[in-house]
């Protein structure tokens, strides 16, 4: 197999390979976070970097759960729940960061940091604890049903259905800013891309990983690709925030809150 013979080529495990790929995807984040705070006038520049600091977080949790790092049951659980907390909770902040471009609050200050903030770790608070209370069976109330596949109804919703919804609000009301308020045509490239790329991620996570993993003896699956993508994705984001906020934009060019 091609994948087979690839892998023997560079002698990477996929633990290797999940450090590695988590490890670029936090230098970039961290190099993005140093490039948002150049762009003084840049609108929402410190709500942006709240998005990048939820990401960075996120792919320090994936290192212990998706790149089968060898850690104990109880431990994998906890960083489970803060990594389904975090990607929640981050997916909100991202949302919340089209709802800024609107100027309803003045960006930057601290009620828009604080609602953000506190709104975000409300969520994460919540989702992490239905992920740990159906790790840990503090209670019967989240425990999956083995009769059924061991289906977990309020973990399905909060893994893939909650951040499906953000993310497709993110999407609409950035398109409606950008074509309706903006007028502008070139940003919109930047954001379809961002929406492909990470459709691509999620196709390499939920259909093609079998085929990865038995091409590879189980050596890699498709969440590798679904992470490098992710950061695609998270980088054309950034790339259209920027679009939309350059220093010589007009409504940039006014006071929008705290520096």
């Known amino acids: 197999m091609v994948y087979a013979g690839l892998l023997s080529r560079f002698h990477f495990t996929s633990l290797q390979w999940s450090i590695l ?34 990401y960075i977080i996120i792919e320090i949790c994936e290192i212990f759960t998706v790149g089968e790092f060898p850690l104990s049951g109880g431990v994998r659980v906890a960083f489970t729940g803060i990594h389904i907390g975090m990607i929640i909770a981050t997916t909100w ?21 604080g609602l953000m903030v506190i709104s975000g770790a409300v969520l994460f608070i ?17 425990v999956p049903d083995p009769t059924n596949h061991y289906r977990n109804i ?16 993110f999407f609409v009301l950035e398109a409606v800013l950008v074509l309706r308020i903006l007028g502008e045509i070139r940003p919109m490239i930047y954001l379809a891309g961002a929406a492909v790329l990470f459709a691509i991620g999620q196709i390499f996570n939920y ?8 091409g590879t003896t189980g050596k890699i699956d498709g ?13 054309m984001i950034w790339v259209f925030w920027s679009s939309i906020t350059e220093d010589d ?6 006071p929008t809150g705290y520096p």
């Open 21 to 54: 790929l988590c490890g670029i995807a936090i230098a970039v984040s961290l190099l993005l976070l140093l490039r948002s705070e150049r762009k003084k006038a840049a609108v929402g520049r410190r709500e942006m970097q709240l998005f990048l600091l939820g």
């Open 93 to 113: 902040i991202l949302l919340l960061n089209a709802v800024v471009g609107y100027q309803i609050l003045d960006d930057g200050t601290p009620l828009s940091l």
């Open 126 to 142: 919540g989702t992490g604890y239905i992920t740990l209370d159906t790790g840990y069976h503090w209670t019967n109330e989240f």
């Open 154 to 169: 309020a973990l399905y919703v909060l893994y893939q259905l909650v951040p499906l919804i953000f993310l497709v609000a």
């Open 207 to 214: 259909v093609i990983s079998p085929y990865i993993c038995n």
């Open 223 to 235: 969440a590798l690709f679904e992470t490098l993508f992710t950061l695609l994705s998270v980088v």
């Open 249 to 254: 934009w007009p409504i940039a060019s006014q």
